[in-house]
């Protein structure tokens, strides 16, 4: 079976740090873009990071930037999203996903239409 497993992730207080990992089951990311997505409370759900595995070429949200880091291990079968100088707006459920390594990650982080598996989302919470 073809799944991604989350996992990490809770409560921080703001400024401080926490990764959330995701774990391939059934395939590697060799082959896949790899995207981290955020809904907070009220919120639709939107990109964060998307990372490509045929390239390396990383794309963060500009609410990020300089703060989280996308990242996978050498045997492509877990990625990650870490997470630095936490604020409270980033506060929400995260969720991994892959989409073909044909779609950019300028597009993936865009639109999730494109992204074919998904993760069971892991709540992130920052305290002010």
């Known amino acids: 079976e073809v799944q991604l497993v989350e996992s990490g992730g809770g409560l921080v207080q703001a400024g401080g740090s926490l990764r959330l990992s995701c774990a391939a089951s059934g395939f590697t990311f060799d082959d896949y873009t790899i995207a981290w997505f955020r809904q907070a409370p009220g919120k639709e759900r939107e990109g964060v990071s998307c990372?490509?595995?045929?390239?390396?070429?990383?794309v963060y949200v500009d609410s990020v930037k300089g703060r989280f880091t996308i990242s996978d291990d050498n045997a492509k079968i877990t990625a990650y999203l870490q997470m630095n100088s936490l604020k409270p707006e980033d506060t929400a459920v995260y969720y991994c996903a892959v989409g073909w390594v044909d779609y950019t990650p300028q597009l993936l982080v865009r639109d999730e239409r494109y992204l074919g598996v998904w993760g069971q989302g892991r709540l992130v919470t920052v305290s002010s």
């Open positions: 990372l490509s595995s045929y390239d390396g070429t990383t």
